[in-house]
């Protein structure tokens, strides 16, 4: 079992930064695969930026790249996404979340351990 917990969220201009963190407790942090998804009103939730445990390759949605970065402090059993240049569109709940598995994918459905979320919210 899998605990998750994250902070960070909040209110920013566009064109600001936050970082997000991901506490978890309960395994091996450093075995799990990590990620961070986010649901906007009214649509989808969407991966975002993940990272692989096996070769901590990092992959992100082409939506953030070059904005957001994902990290890990396996010694801290911490994620993190740092987020920078936010844009109005980024406004969503954020979630962290890790699955147990070799394998990295970025659908949402693959993942067993979710955090509760954190809202994001960007003004114009």
């Known amino acids: 079992q899998v605990q998750l917990v994250e902070s960070g969220g909040g209110l920013v201009q566009a064109g600001g930064s936050l970082r997000l963190s991901c506490a978890a407790s309960g395994r091996t942090f450093s075995t799990l695969n990590i990620g961070w998804f986010r649901q906007a009103p009214g649509k989808e939730r969407v991966f975002v930026a993940g990272i692989s445990w096996t070769d901590s390759r990092t992959y992100y949605a082409d939506s953030v790249k070059g904005r957001f970065t994902i990290s890990r402090d396996n010694a801290k059993n911490t994620m993190y996404l740092q987020m920078n240049n936010l844009k109005p569109e980024d406004t969503a709940v954020y979630y962290c979340?890790?699955?147990?598995?070799?394998?990295?994918?970025?659908?949402?459905?693959?993942?067993?351990?979710w955090g509760q979320g954190t809202q994001v919210t960007v003004s114009s």
């Open positions: 979340a890790a699955q147990i598995s070799v394998v990295f994918t970025t659908t949402g459905d693959d993942y067993r351990y």
